[in-house]
């Protein structure tokens, strides 16, 4: 099955710092690749996906890279923000157990200094 | 996205008990399903919920331990049953709409077992 590594598992900027967090994937038949975000409390929500036929999205703020050949994505958070604070988790469809089903990163704690 | 309402938010249980989730979605979607989150952990997907019929289990779950229904296309019930510490979780429901569509997330029932 997909197996997902996500680096770093903390992170720590400067308020208007650029944040970026990274991951591969081991399955290159995966072709959905969302990021969540979680705040304390709450459950996770979709801020930005990219599918397998498209290099780059934005979304004012937040970018998410995809090189399919090596089997990685990125997300990048541009002039954070306090409220940026939270624990993001990147995902990647595993087709071979159905095309609905997702396989998580193990999460990144991302901290946002004033 | 739809809206998901997850009861009970949090509760706390006696060792040996059983507890039942609820997740409600304000529109009919087409895929529902059960994951569990462990402190500070990643998200782990215990099993998709068929409307209908048996829920389809991840690996290392059973349908004794994590009985789950779905009588309709919006609503599904997750129980966890002779509740033990190892049980201490956030059980969050996800749904999606048709194929290709993202997957949302309840807001979670955090749950402690003394």
Redesign the interface.
């Known amino acids: 099955g997909e197996n997902v590594e996500q680096h770093p598992s903390t992170l720590s900027v400067q308020e208007g710092d650029s944040a970026v967090i990274k991951c591969t994937y081991s399955d290159s038949a995966s072709n959905y690749f969302p990021w969540y975000k979680q705040e304390l409390g709450k459950g996770p929500q979709l801020i930005i996906d990219i599918r397998s036929n498209v290099g780059e999205k934005k979304d004012q703020r937040i970018a998410v890279t995809l090189n399919k050949t090596a089997k990685h994505f990125s997300l990048h958070i541009t002039e954070t923000q306090p409220e940026d604070s939270a624990v993001y988790f990147c995902a990647a469809s595993d087709p071979g157990a159905g095309s609905y089903q997702l396989t998580f990163g193990k999460g990144t704690k991302l901290s946002v200094i004033p | ?1 739809a809206v ?1 309402s997850q009861k009970p938010s949090r509760d706390i249980c006696q060792r040996g008990t059983s507890l039942t989730i609820q997740c409600q979605v304000d529109s009919q979607v ?2 529902m ?1 059960w994951y569990r989150q462990q402190p500070g ?3 782990t ?1 215990i099993a ?1 919920a068929n409307q209908g019929s048996e829920a389809t289990y991840e690996s290392g779950f059973v349908i004794d331990k994590f009985p789950i229904s779905r009588p309709n296309l919006t609503f599904s019930t997750l129980t966890v049953s002779n509740m033990s510490p190892e049980d201490s979780s956030i059980y ?1 429901c996800s749904v ?1 709409g048709g ?2 569509q ?7 029932t955090r749950l402690s077992i003394l």
């Open positions: 996205s998901i087409t895929m399903f952990q990643s998200l997907l998709t969050l999606q194929g290709g993202p997957q949302h997330f309840g807001d979670g």
